[in-house]
């Protein structure tokens, strides 16, 4: 019937044990019952780069809770997992251990490279799947998906065409956010924006055939060499004159026209601009509206371009100092002064991204961002917290077209095919392409989609889109995204947009967003200070549950939370405790207990107390997890386990345990089985291995309590008058300790209770407990006066009276006493001499004066308080 559990909570005995039996039971695995209601969610797909670090630890714990909870719960629960192909990533990782051995990608070919990286994929790809396992990460195994794989391949190759037959897909020369460092171009989403200290160079731009100059400043310098025009307000009077006229550019003799646009501010600087269409995405719209050049002044790698003799193969900021320093020399530079500005940088690599005008892949985003931003505003999909649904609108509410096209060979290769005879384009799913026009073989676009435009399928290509699957028609609409504030703009946004616009559906009702986990002083962790926690030794030292306990207790739904060490003893210590409670109470079953029953006649106060308030634990919890409030759900459960059933109910019934015999002894049992195995049932989705360990020894019905039923509140466990008289009762025992433990008095030191109270049945039963827990010789009950010398303690309308000389050696206690009264005054003539010195007070630092009025306060206290104990001791 029962088991043995270890004498020490040792998590490595059993926690992979307990994983492999789940998994080898199918219990990860969900059947497509039309008798039950499915619940799903799918995994954000960390990269195949990726190790596992402490945002992934506290993402998968939240999501595993709520799959667990949800499977306990009745429902058909998919927990999908899978990996993504992160292009700029992978290829950066595959072309630096390639640049090792001293090989380039264009050395091998595009079909060794890719041969290259699937078997990188082989080899280090499931890594973190490994690694997400010993979290306890329940997922669906059977169903891992990977966004390479070939029906991801198929759902992006499905979009890509619907989307150009659309035309919300197409190819044009526009800005777009390049790096110089990953050779790509990246999406706006992609950029991370950071204060850079830099300057503003003011310039003179010389009117050609005359002696006038015009004024500008710019943060770039540099990109002068590709200026086409200057613009200024149609309305600025100052410049009426000029408009129209021609601008010789500095150091490159250049001639440009002068044009008036509404985009310059009459009142910014000079209210004169330096047009750039090349690099500038403002200046690229001026430009089109002018019909302006595109002149691109640098290569992939961000260095001068041939064209400019003078300045070719340097780096941009070497030749924005070489240029600076012609225009000095030339007299074009006029001032420079000081100017901190926000600037884009790859949220990869870091580098400072280069605006730059080329021909890439868009999608159109206006007609898909308007039925996404209205399933928000109407309720179809809630943000929890609701107040990130704010970043989500701003995004999408000023979205531009998204740049889709990545130059790079891992990931999804374009569609795209052009006839370089005749110059034919054909966008097609098939593999190869004949030109339609004349016949010949035509070429696949070299370029490579956005990591994240297969990401943005990812909860429905995953179940079977855009074939009709029967997983596809049972779990989809997926119900719970768990994710970061951080990818908002990234991710979800653009999974809402294509769910909607390819399913016709939201492709989850609820986006849960937790915050990050920093260090212990409240610093983002990462690799430049040194402070980030490895999730795995934290798991090798403590446990899987220590640390999944840590990151869920106190966490708050879109809230930064604090990781530090101590906490994860704390939460190490939890899981011994409640492992010695489960010894105990495995020590104390008898085997001619029932425990399939609980016969509520034959329970005794306490019983009653503590199943009313495990009800109540109960009702909480869920109601916690209903609404995502995981911290608060997890702290209850604690509370509950810590104080009211292993320091409390614990205690209270071990005289009948200890009895061994009798229907009292065998009531305790039942209620202590009961309440254990339920409240390990609540506790099991935050806690699951040592939960499943403990609940497997003691008397249970079913193979695993994870599949097992998850506790439900249950009106006739409701004992409100229990609850009354035993609260009473350990308010009173809590009240004699304390002051017991004012006057230093030890447990073994017995003394007599008297208590007055004006209802004795609020108390009589529970004198056993007095003696037990409140060192009690004996307790009685007062209908007269109070008895001399005694120490009166107040709890509730009840009065309780210990005589004082039960308690101490009077005589030794008021030489105690005396001492600590001399030390007192000692002090205080200390602190007043100080603070009476006019000297002192006006020049001793002002936290040195407090530390002596603290001081002062707190022995003038101290002396009150022991002058009233000398005096009750007579």
């Excluded at 100052?238 to 010789?248: A, D, E, F, M, S």
Aim: aromatic content about 10%; some cysteine; overall charge negative.
């Amino acid at each position: 019937m029962k088991k043995e559990l270890a004498t020490k909570y040792d998590p490595s005995s059993f926690e992979d044990r307990l994983y492999a039996m789940w998994s080898e039971n199918g219990y990860f695995t969900p059947l497509r019952d039309d008798t039950k209601t499915p619940f799903t969610m799918v995994i954000p797909p960390p990269n195949i780069t990726g190790q596992l670090h402490m945002g992934h630890a506290l993402d998968n714990t939240l999501q595993d809770i709520l799959a667990r909870y949800k499977r306990m719960c009745g429902f058909s629960t998919l927990w999908l997992p899978g990996t993504d192909h992160a292009s700029i990533a992978t290829e950066a990782k595959i072309v630096e251990q390639m640049r090792k051995e001293g090989v380039t990608k264009e050395d091998i070919g595009r079909d060794g490279f890719l041969e290259r990286a699937w078997d990188w994929n082989t080899k280090y790809g499931g890594r973190i799947i490994e690694q997400l396992k010993k979290l306890g990460s329940s997922c669906d195994w059977t169903r891992t998906r990977f966004t390479l794989d070939e029906g991801c391949s198929e759902a992006v190759k499905e979009v890509f065409v619907r989307l150009y037959e659309k035309g919300l897909i197409y190819r044009g020369e526009r800005i777009i956010n390049w790096c110089p460092h990953c050779l790509t171009s990246i999406s706006d989403a992609e950029v991370e924006y950071e204060d850079q200290a830099g300057h503003f160079w003011h310039i003179r731009y010389p009117v050609k055939d005359s002696d006038e100059f015009v004024e500008l400043a710019t943060t770039r310098p540099e990109t002068l060499l590709g200026d086409t025009a200057v613009a200024v307000n149609p309305s600025d009077e100052r410049y009426q004159h000029l408009i129209g006229k021609t601008l010789v550019l500095p150091l490159v003799g250049r001639e440009i026209p002068v044009v008036a646009d509404e985009y310059v501010e009459k009142d910014f600087g000079t209210g004169v601009v330096k047009i750039t269409p090349a690099h500038d995405p403002n200046d690229f719209e001026v430009g089109a509206r002018h019909g302006l050049p595109l002149i691109n002044v640098m290569t992939d790698d961000a260095h001068i371009t041939e064209d400019y003799p003078a300045y070719a193969g340097m780096d941009r900021y070497e030749a924005r100092k070489a240029i600076v320093k012609d225009l000095e020399e030339g007299g074009f530079l006029v001032s420079v002064e000081d100017h901190a500005h926000n600037v884009g940088t790859c949220y990869r690599c870091g580098t400072t991204i280069e605006p730059r005008a080329s021909k890439q892949w868009f999608v159109a985003m206006k007609t898909l961002a308007e039925p996404a931003i209205k399933a928000v505003r109407e309720g179809d999909i809630r943000f929890i917290p609701e107040r990130f649904d704010k970043n989500y609108f701003h995004w999408m509410e000023n979205i531009r077209d998204w740049c889709i096209s990545r130059q790079l060979w891992w990931g999804h290769r374009i569609p795209a095919f052009y006839c370089d005879d005749c110059g034919e384009l054909v966008v097609t799913k098939d593999a190869t392409a004949t030109c339609p026009k004349c016949g010949k073989q035509m070429r696949q676009d070299e370029d490579t989609l956005d990591t994240w435009f297969s990401s943005a399928l990812w909860p429905f290509s995953t179940l079977g889109w855009p074939n009709e699957t029967e997983d596809y028609k049972y779990f989809f609409p997926t119900n719970t995204l768990v994710t970061g504030y951080d990818i908002i703009t990234f991710w979800v946004s653009r999974m809402i947009f294509s769910s909607l616009e390819y399913t016709g559906k939201a492709p989850f009702n609820t986006v849960l967003i937790h915050g990050l986990v920093r260090d212990a002083q409240g610093r983002k962790m990462s690799k430049s200070l040194g402070n980030g926690i490895d999730p795995l030794e934290i798991i090798s030292t403590y446990g899987a549950d220590a640390l999944r306990f840590t990151l869920a207790t106190g966490n708050s739904p879109g809230n930064d939370m604090r990781f530090s060490s101590e906490r994860v003893e704390a939460s190490r210590n939890f899981a011994n405790k409640i492992w010695n409670a489960a010894r105990f109470t495995l020590m104390n079953l008898t085997d001619d207990t029932d425990f399939a029953s609980l016969d509520v006649s034959s329970l005794r106060p306490e019983d009653k107390w503590v199943l009313s308030l495990y009800n109540k634990v109960v009702k909480e919890t869920r109601e916690n997890l209903d609404k995502f409030e995981i911290g608060i759900a997890v702290g209850g459960i604690y509370d509950f386990l810590w104080d009211i059933l292993c320091d409390w109910y614990i205690e209270l019934i071990k005289p009948r345990l200890f009895a061994k015999e009798g229907e009292s002894n065998k009531a305790a049992q039942q209620t202590l089985n009961y309440v254990l195995s339920g409240t390990l049932k609540l506790l099991h989705p935050f806690m699951p291995f040592i939960t499943e360990e403990i609940w497997q020894a003691l008397p249970h019905v079913g193979d695993s309590i994870m599949v097992s039923d998850y506790p439900a509140y249950d009106e006739a466990l409701n004992f409100p008058a229990d609850e009354k008289y035993m609260s009473g009762v350990i308010e009173a025992i809590k009240a004699v300790r304390n002051r017991r433990a004012e006057m230093n008095v030890p447990p073994s030191r017995k003394a007599h209770i008297f208590i007055k109270t004006p209802d004795r049945s609020s108390f009589e039963g529970s004198e056993i407990f007095f003696e037990k827990l409140a060192s009690a010789a004996g307790v009685s009950y007062l209908e007269g006066e109070e008895p001399e010398n005694a120490v009166s303690i107040v709890s509730g309308d009840s009065v309780l009276y210990l005589p004082v000389n039960e308690m101490v050696d009077t005589e030794a206690e008021r030489a105690r006493l005396t001492k600590e009264l001399e030390n007192a005054e000692k002090m205080i003539l200390s602190a007043n001499s100080k603070l009476n010195n006019a000297d002192f007070v006006s020049r001793a630092p002002e936290k040195v004066v407090n530390i002596e009025k603290d001081k002062l306060e707190k022995f003038t206290s101290l002396k009150a308080s022991i002058l009233a104990e000398l005096e009750r001791l007579g």
